[in-house]
């Protein structure tokens, strides 16, 4: 049977190809009108979320004990993923965002539906880190549905900033939080990959809500009252979690390409909040090291672990992976070269065209490597 990974992972790679070729395709003049929704949309609604997607599809069913997705599940979520996909169309392009947006909140919505029925008939305790997956889910169907309401006229534009990040970068935060909070540990070495809650301490539990009610008030601080005070709240409340959980003060306990290029990923995620705080006048482009060497670099490593381990292909590939190697340094030459575009203005556009070139190798290179077994699993006695 078809697993969700199998057809969402793939999908979100031509979307992520997709929305960093815009900036070329701009740049050298193809386009005529300046793409930063069009990028926007194809990376959260198109790339993150399939990728999100495909992982929770696949992984709720067996952190809850409950059935694996159905044929129409999977279908219907693979149907609203392709919403993106309308905008090739000429006559559609006006109204990109509606599109995006409406991408996003059916996702969302879908994954709420998806989530809730494996709980209720749930026979183990899901991960206490989950709690980051439903604050994410929440925050970007508000975010999401603001976005549409003021897309069709009925809020006005003073909703586009917070509405914008709410979906754009704490739907995406949460998530990662919530899915590697405790799958990132067990890469690096620390810790098992699932961990219930009935075989928890209670100050675990805490800690992951105190966690995340921090995380949350951190955005409505900088939403209402200060901007850097609201961000170095975030920044806290992520490091803390960095440092007690992944232990990223130190080298990975597991050695190997995968590991090292997930810790780096981790250092992206803390580095681009704190520099996203501390250089406020920065602003979007610092934010950028988190999406870049944050978000992007640890989706496919994950991407790379899931692949592996669903395929009952043999995890020693991990270690030794010349194409984990060259997608990692990849990555960074890509957020690299996107974060400091703003320093040499006269070369901005181009900085984003090179930026996006460097992404898109990176992504074909781990595409290279890892697509094939996406599609070609191999039985455990084959390894």
């Known amino acids: 049977m078809i697993q969700p990974y199998q057809i969402f992972f793939p999908l979100g790679l031509v979307y992520s190809i997709w929305g960093a070729l815009v900036w070329p395709w ?95 008939t749930s026979t183990m305790k899901v991960p206490d880190n989950f709690i980051f997956v439903g604050a994410g889910i929440g925050f970007g169907l508000f975010g999401g549905a603001m976005l549409l309401a003021y897309d069709v006229g009925l809020l006005p534009a003073a909703v586009l900033w917070p509405a914008s990040t709410l979906l754009n970068q704490a739907t995406m935060l949460f998530l990662i939080l919530g899915i590697g909070g405790r799958l990132v540990r067990a890469l690096l070495g620390w810790g098992p990959p699932v961990v219930q809650f009935g075989e928890q301490k209670g100050s675990a539990m805490a ?23 609201g961000r170095v709240i975030k920044a806290i409340a992520v490091s803390w979690l960095a440092v007690t959980s992944w232990k990223i003060y130190r080298f990975p306990r597991i050695k190997g390409q995968l590991a090292r290029w997930l810790w780096v990923a981790t250092w ?16 979007m482009h610092a934010f950028h090291i988190v999406f870049v060497s944050g978000f992007g670099l640890m989706t496919l490593m994950i991407a790379s672990r899931v692949t592996l381990a669903h ?9 030794k992976s010349k194409v984990i190697l060259a997608t990692g340094i990849l990555v960074i030459v890509a957020a690299f070269t996107r974060v400091t575009a703003p320093l040499v203005a006269a070369m901005y556009m181009r900085h984003l065209m090179y ?23 191999k039985s455990r006695s084959e390894k």
């Open 311 to 319: 395929g009952g292909y043999d995890l020693i590939i991990e270690h």
């Open 268 to 283: 992206g995620l803390v580095v681009g909040l704190w520099t996203h705080a501390l250089l406020p006048s920065f602003g």
């Open 26 to 120: 701009f740049v050298l003049q193809y386009g005529s009108s300046y793409p930063v929704s069009l990028h926007s949309g194809l990376m959260i609604s198109g790339f993150l979320l399939n990728f999100a997607t495909g992982f929770l599809l696949t992984a709720i069913p067996r952190f809850t004990g409950t059935v694996a997705a159905r044929p129409s599940e999977i279908v219907t979520a693979f149907l609203i993923n392709l919403c993106p996909f309308m905008v090739v169309l000429p006559a559609l392009a006006a109204v990109a965002p509606v599109i995006f947006h409406l991408a996003a909140v059916l996702t969302l919505s879908f994954l709420v539906v998806f989530f809730a029925r494996r709980v209720l």
């Open 207 to 229: 800690v992951s809500f105190i966690l995340c009610t921090l995380l949350i008030a951190g955005f409505f601080v900088e939403f209402f009252w200060s901007i850097p005070f």
């Open 355 to 377: 930026a996006g070139l460097v992404w898109v190798l990176a992504v074909l290179v781990w595409s290279v490597g890892f697509v094939p077994r996406i599609f070609l699993l």
